[in-house]
């Protein structure tokens, strides 16, 4: 299984970065899709996600109304438009994705089987 992030970058406050997560080597509409983040010097933390029919999402708090998960299926891959970015944002930017009915999903990293390498995302203060 892999699973490949792509699309963070350097951005000024208040703009607009999409990250992809490419899946291969499983069937992806059998899994939840789940996006994290890590800062420097912080634990890492639950951003959003997606049921396997892209019926139900979830969010953090601090991303609601500026971040939006989605999951092309024939494509297998999720997606992460993160509109109106702060500085606070700045992090490594995980996907990952869990089986269905996985306990602690879908905050719990420990709810996930797989992990992407991480994509950077920098917002300058």
């Known amino acids: 299984v892999q699973l490949q992030a792509s699309g963070g970058g350097l951005v000024q406050a208040g703009g607009s970065l999409r990250l992809s997560c490419a899946a291969s080597?499983?069937?992806?509409?059998?899994?939840?899709m789940g996006w994290f983040r890590q800062a420097p010097g912080k634990v890492r933390e639950f951003v959003s996600a997606?049921?396997?029919?892209?019926?139900?999402?979830y969010y953090h708090d601090s991303v609601k109304g500026r971040f939006t998960i989605s999951r092309d299926n024939a494509k297998n891959t999720v997606y992460l438009q993160m509109n109106s970015l702060n500085p606070e944002d700045t992090a490594i930017y995980y996907c990952?994705?869990?089986?269905?009915?996985?306990?602690?999903?879908?905050?719990?990293?420990?709810?996930?089987?797989?992990w992407g390498q991480g994509t950077q995302v920098t917002v300058p203060s």
């Open positions: 990952a994705c869990a089986r269905l009915g996985r306990a602690g999903w879908p905050t719990r990293d420990n709810a996930y089987n797989y």
């Open positions: 080597g499983l069937t992806f509409r059998n899994y939840n």
């Open positions: 997606i049921t396997w029919s892209g019926n139900n999402t």
